[in-house]
């Protein structure tokens, strides 16, 4: 599976985004996805999952309320959608599939390139 982020960019604190991550291989759909983010100086953390069918979700408890994540499985696709952003979710956004633990980014087998999320007035 290959895994190609993107929709990150410029926005003003309060404002949106939806940040989308299109993977390639049929394996996808069986797949359990996720978001992590690093901000400069820190480590990669846990943004949220989506189990494979999108019955399960979880997010962390920084994003709980603005943050929603979704997929298509028909266009092999996951999305994050980022709302009332603030200055602190200011970070490199990375999708992520096939782990062990949701919650362990070394779990992950597969990790997309990054986008860049920006929260600035």
């Known amino acids: 599976v290959q895994l190609q982020a993107s929709g990150g960019g410029l926005v003003q604190p309060g404002g949106s985004l939806r940040l989308s991550c299109t993977a390639s291989?049929?394996?996808?759909?069986?797949?359990?996805m996720g978001w992590y983010r690093q901000a400069p100086g820190k480590e990669r953390s846990f943004v949220a999952a989506?189990?494979?069918?999108?019955?399960?979700?979880d997010y962390a408890v920084s994003v709980k309320g603005r943050f929603t994540i979704s997929r298509v499985n028909a266009e092999n696709t996951a999305y994050l959608q980022m709302n009332s952003l603030k200055p602190e979710d200011t970070a490199v956004y990375y999708c992520?599939?096939?782990?062990?633990?949701?919650?362990?980014?070394?779990?992950?087998?597969?990790w997309g390139q990054g986008t860049l999320v920006t929260v600035s007035s």
């Open positions: 992520a599939a096939g782990p062990t633990n949701v919650y362990v980014a070394t779990s992950y087998v597969y």
């Open positions: 291989g049929a394996r996808f759909r069986i797949d359990i």
């Open positions: 989506i189990s494979s069918d999108g019955g399960f979700t």
